[in-house]
T-cell receptor, first 111, second 115 residues
Framework: SQELEQSPQSLIVQEGKNLTINCTSS?????LYWYKQKYGEGLIFLMM?????EEKSHEKITAKLDEKKQQSSLHITASQPSHAGIYLC???????????FGKGTLLTVNP | NAGVTQTPKFQVLKTGQSMTLQCAQD?????MSWYRQDPGMGLRLIHY???????DQGEVPNGYNVSRSTTEDFPLRLLSAAPSQTSVYFC??????????????FGEGSRLTVL
């Protein structure tokens, strides 16, 4: 089964700082999905990356997919308290209907 | 817009009791799924359905039953609750294959404690 490893597990940054979260897959990536979860709530879809080298942005969040490295990175520029939460990467492996998630990265942004 | 609605939000059970977690969506989504979220384990897929009458197992199906009699509803049944099933459960849906858009719509979660 496909495994996704996220790093770091948690991150504390000062407001205004940039940060990067990584997601590495144990198998070939055919698509990589980023979600955000606020404490006590469900997940919100951020973006999907399907092609090697693809880069997408959502407000101040940018994600890239490196197919060769089986890795995706999510970069937040000029972080704000509203960016705080758990970021999870997901991938589809073996079946188009089974979305597997990493364990998540807990982001805290101090004002 | 209701989206994905889960009930109850909180539930406490005793070992051996049975219960059903309800999930309903009003977006006419074909695909529905149940995940559980545990500290240190992340989100794990329990069961999923690609349409009315069609269900399949995910990563951790043992101890759970599902059925899909309508497009809108996808209940998750615990036949004999165990402390290991203490978790936060999320229902999610999408229009069709996840690979099309990658976007799953999640409910707000149901927090279950089994004593």
């Amino acid at each position: 089964s496909q495994e996704l490893e996220q790093s770091p597990q948690s991150l504390i940054v000062q407001e205004g700082k940039n940060l990067t979260i990584n997601c590495t897959s144990s198998k070939t990536l055919y698509g990589l999905y980023w979600y955000k979860q606020k404490y006590g709530e469900g997940l919100i879809f951020l973006m999907m990356l399907q092609k090697g080298g693809e880069e997408k942005s959502h407000e101040k969040i940018t994600a890239k997919l490196d197919e060769k490295k089986q890795q995706s990175s999510l970069h937040i520029t000029a972080s704000q308290p509203s960016h705080a939460g758990i970021y999870l990467c997901g991938a589809v492996g073996g079946s188009n209907y089974k979305l597997t998630f990493g364990k998540g990265t807990l982001l805290t942004v101090n004002p | 817009n209701a989206g994905v609605t889960q009930t109850p939000k909180f539930q406490v059970l005793k070992t051996g009791q049975s219960m059903t977690l309800q999930c309903a969506q009003d977006m006419n989504h074909e695909y529905m799924s149940w995940y559980r979220q545990d500290p240190g384990m992340g989100l794990r897929l329990i069961h999923y359905s690609v349409g009315a009458g069609i269900t399949d197992q995910g990563e951790v199906p043992n101890g759970y039953n599902v059925s899909r009699s309508t497009t809108e509803d996808f209940p998750l049944r615990l036949l004999s609750a165990a402390p290991s099933q203490t978790s936060v459960y999320f229902c999610a849906s999408s229009y069709r294959q996840i690979t099309n858009t990658g976007e799953l719509f999640f409910g707000e979660g149901s927090r279950l404690t089994v004593l």
